[in-house]
Structures are given as C-alpha cells and as structure tokens.
C-alpha cells in the first residue's frame, strides 16, 4: 500500500533555516509533490522532485532520494508569511489511472 | 492565465439539507478532482473526473454524494442529505494529466459548516 509521513508540527524563526521532513513508502515511485497551505486557503504548488538530488526554487528547495524513499522541503532565510501547512504528496498508478495520495501536512509556525 | 473558480466560498445548512457546490477548472485542463479536507488533515480525494468520465470515485460516499462533470468542463458536487460530519473545505483541483505533468491546480475552496 501507499503510506506518506511527515511531522505534525513544527516551529521556526523568523531568519532562520528549516527542513520539513516527509517519507514514503509506495508501490512503483513516480514523483513526489510539495504544496504550501495557508490557513483557510487552497493548497499551492511548490515542487516536484522525480530525479535524486535537490532542486533550488528562490527561498525553497526540495530533496528527493528514491533509495531511501525520502525527501525534505527546506525553507531559508524564514519569514512570517512562511507560516503555513505543508503537504507532501506522491502520485499512485492504479491501472489507467493517477491519482496523488497525501500526507497529513506538517504546520509550520514561523515566530519573531 | 485564469484559476480553478469555486462557488461559493461559504455554505452553512442545517444537517438533513442538501448543498451543491460548482468548479470551473483551468482552461484545457482534462482531469478534474474533488476533495473534502477536514481540519488538520491532507485532502482525502472524494471524485476524479477524465473528461467527462468518472476514474475513480472510490472515497465517495455515494448514499448521499453525486457529482457530474457535463460537456467535460465544469463540474458539481452535490450532498443530500448533509450530515454533521461533513462540516469540511471542498476544494476543486485540475490538471492536464499528461504524463510529464500532473500538477494539479486547486481552487479557493468552499468551507461547509453543517449545524
């Protein structure tokens, strides 16, 4: 089965670096999604990770090892418009069709 | 380029209603998605749509959920009769579903409160 884990909460500084972890286990890889929510909003894309290696976008890069079925989202120089949830998700192929299973998302609280 | 569009935003009924909600998905795109997300929790797919066809509507609890996707573009989904539990954000999403591509983009939402 597919099963997607990533903490439920964390906290961070306002300047800071933080890493938010997700893990996967899934049957045939194809990909894994990052999505940044704010609170009473649509999930928003961030990145997807299909290759090893890490991918830099401005402030947010993202890392994938498919070895390992791990990847992290990691956010530098934090602001307070950071705060927000973060959902990891990865597509499942169930014969014709695709569909993304998601993780719980980890909360992020960016403090002054 | 145009968003997902949703309406409405806000719904509040009493339990025993019934509710419909509307998605418009991105110009072009073929595959559309309802989810339900309960606070605190990641989306839980409710419905995919190909076109104008239904893939998978495994999660949908099909006693009192329906949804179509006339002329494949836009889409309703529809609870009848609402039951507390519910209470929830019905996002909307599309995608072109290639297989090189399958960001899905999502709409605003709409937030039920079911009394």
């Known amino acids: 089965g597919q099963n997607i884990d990533q903490p439920t909460e964390m906290t961070a500084t306002e300047g800071a670096i933080v890493q938010i972890n997700c893990t996967y286990q899934?049957?045939?890889?194809?990909?894994l999604f990052w999505y940044q929510q704010h609170a009473g909003e649509a999930p928003t894309f961030l990145s997807y990770?299909?290759l090893d290696g890490l991918e830099e976008k401005g402030r947010f890069s993202s890392f994938l090892s498919r070895s390992k079925g791990y990847s992290y989202l990691l956010l530098k120089e934090l602001q307070m418009k950071d705060s927000a949830s973060y959902l990891c998700?990865?597509?499942?192929?169930?014969?014709?069709?695709?569909?993304?299973?998601w993780g719980l998302g980890t909360s992020l609280a960016v403090n002054p | 380029e145009a968003g997902v569009a949703q309406s409405p935003r806000y719904k509040i009924i009493e339990k025993r209603q019934s509710v419909a909600f509307w998605c418009n998905p991105i110009s072009g795109h073929a595959t559309l998605y309802w989810y339900q997300q309960i606070l605190g929790q990641g989306p839980k797919l409710l419905i995919q749509?190909?076109?104008?066809?239904?893939?998978?509507d495994s999660q949908l609890p099909k006693d009192r959920f329906s949804a179509e996707r006339l002329k494949g573009v836009d889409s309703t989904l529809k609870i009848q009769p609402a039951k507390l539990e519910d209470s929830a954000v019905y996002l909307c999403a599309s995608s072109l579903l290639t297989w090189e591509s399958d960001t899905q983009y999502f709409g605003p939402g709409t937030r039920l409160t079911v009394l």
């Open positions: 749509f190909q076109n104008n066809g239904v893939v998978d």
């Open positions: 998700a990865v597509p499942h192929n169930a014969g014709n069709n695709r569909k993304l299973i």
């Open positions: 990770n299909v």
């Open positions: 899934t049957s045939g890889f194809n990909g």
